[in-house]
């Protein structure tokens, strides 16, 4: 089938289209530089600058990861306005590709897994986390609201939504990992705060393979969240991949310097929720990766 991905030439957006080319699917991708997306992605890619312009080749599912990177600036109200319409933009030009597609053909893509964050339940302090926990209301969680909002709005013809709330995703070559390694190589590496808040995440095979499942399975709809099912602190994080190295990690960073680095992004490394993938588990989806353990040594065997 044809599948149309946003975000494609990003870090899991790039491992996605390469396994969905050897699923045998044909690839539609969104870039506003498709000459350099082209060079990313698998031979025969469909790239174009614009959503709308699948409108003549009407693809048959959709895998919504635009957005720009949240923690690659401090959060003033500009930046918390560009993350804001970075996702919910271009997921209301899916919804009105979805539109125009149902009501020239009476039939709109089957299928929409939009992404989503583990932003959306704020800060959740230890309490296990599932699909169904109360947000805490903050700038994450509202962002992540208005994103799955938009996304929604695709049902209205016809198209099955899946919102994937995604936790830290770790592999090689980019995401929270790339910017861990240096310092903790090094032996510089350290907690963050006192290191109680949780830290979910998940390995990119599993998270693409998660989305994989999502747009295969007819029966599922709503949210899902997008993490391991062993969730760490961050101590325990901090511990475990400095075991790995063979390293110490005995440099924690202090609230308060994070705190006056970063502003309010701050809370995105000194809170976090124990959030748990419920509603995968019980659909029959399995990890490859369950435990830190196992993802880590399989990414840094790699490198």
Not at 128 to 151: G, M
Not at 276 to 300: H, K, V
């Amino acid at each position: 089938m044809r599948v149309l991905v946003t975000g494609g030439s990003g870090f899991v957006g790039q491992r996605l289209c390469l396994r969905l080319k050897e699923a045998g699917h044909r690839l539609q991708v969104v870039s506003r530089d498709p000459a350099s997306a082209r060079r990313k992605l698998p031979e025969g890619t469909d790239v174009r600058r614009s959503v709308l312009d699948f409108v003549d080749s009407p693809p048959h599912a959709i895998v919504n990861l635009a957005g720009e990177p949240i923690a690659a600036k401090r959060w003033s109200d500009e930046q918390k306005n560009r993350l804001i319409d970075s996702r919910v933009n271009v997921t209301r030009d899916l919804v009105i590709l979805c539109e125009q597609l149902e009501q020239a053909s009476g039939q709109a893509p089957r299928v929409m897994v939009s992404g989503s964050a583990m932003g959306f339940y704020g800060d959740q302090g230890s309490r296990e986390v599932t699909e169904q926990t109360p947000p805490h209301d903050e700038f994450a969680h509202r962002l992540c609201k208005r994103w799955e909002d938009a996304a929604l709005e695709a049902t209205d013809f016809g198209t099955r939504v899946a919102l994937l709330r995604t936790g830290l995703v770790l592999d090689t070559g980019g995401g929270s990992l790339a910017k861990m390694l240096p310092p903790f190589k090094l032996g510089l590496g350290g907690r963050f705060g006192d290191g109680r808040q949780y830290m979910p995440w998940i390995h990119r095979e599993d998270l693409v393979r998660s989305i994989l499942f999502l747009l295969e399975r007819d029966d599922l709809d709503g949210p899902f969240n997008g993490s391991a099912p062993h969730p760490v602190t961050n101590a325990e994080f901090t511990r475990v991949l400095a075991r790995q190295l063979n390293r110490p990690a005995v440099m924690p960073v202090p609230a308060v310097v994070l705190e006056a680095a970063f502003g309010e992004m701050a809370r995105l490394l000194l809170t976090g929720a124990d959030m748990r993938p419920a509603r995968l588990l019980e659909a029959g989806f399995t990890f490859r990766y369950p435990t830190l353990e196992q993802a880590l040594a399989d990414i840094l065997e790699k490198r």
